[in-house]
């Protein structure tokens, strides 16, 4: 399985944009996809995911009411509709998916599988 992200770019604050992840291979049902982000300087953080077979979606709250994350099994691809972009969401966007328990959503660790990361840059 490979992860393929892309549609990050420079945007100014209060813009918007959509990132793909799509999925070469077969991404089990089962599996969880998520979003993480790593600023310069800052660890990667959780963003968003879906959990396994499609129950459930959770989000950071630095992004709750902002960001979307959506899942199109038939094309195996995920996606992160980000919206009200601030200049602190500035990092390399990352999507990972693997067999992730809830209580795990949101840890790096428990996933599997990594995309390559698309750069997303907000300017004030």
């Known amino acids: 399985v490979q992860l393929q992200a892309s549609g990050g770019g420079l945007v100014q604050a209060g813009g918007s944009l959509r990132l793909s992840c799509a999925a070469s291979?077969?991404?089990?049902?089962?599996?969880?996809m998520g979003w993480f982000r790593q600023a310069p300087g800052k660890e990667r953080e959780f963003v968003a995911a879906?959990?396994?077979?499609?129950?459930?979606?959770y989000y950071a709250d630095s992004v709750k009411g902002r960001f979307t994350i959506s899942r199109d099994k038939a094309k195996n691809t995920v996606y992160l509709q980000m919206n009200s972009l601030k200049p602190e969401d500035t990092a390399v966007y990352y999507c990972?998916?693997?067999?992730?328990?809830?209580?795990?959503?949101?840890?790096?660790?428990?996933?599997?599988?990594w995309g390559q990361g698309t750069q997303v840059t907000v300017s004030s």
């Open positions: 879906t959990g396994r077979n499609g129950v459930g979606i």
């Open positions: 291979g077969q991404i089990l049902s089962s599996y969880a």
């Open positions: 990972a998916a693997g067999p992730v328990i809830l209580s795990a959503i949101a840890t790096a660790s428990g996933y599997r599988h």
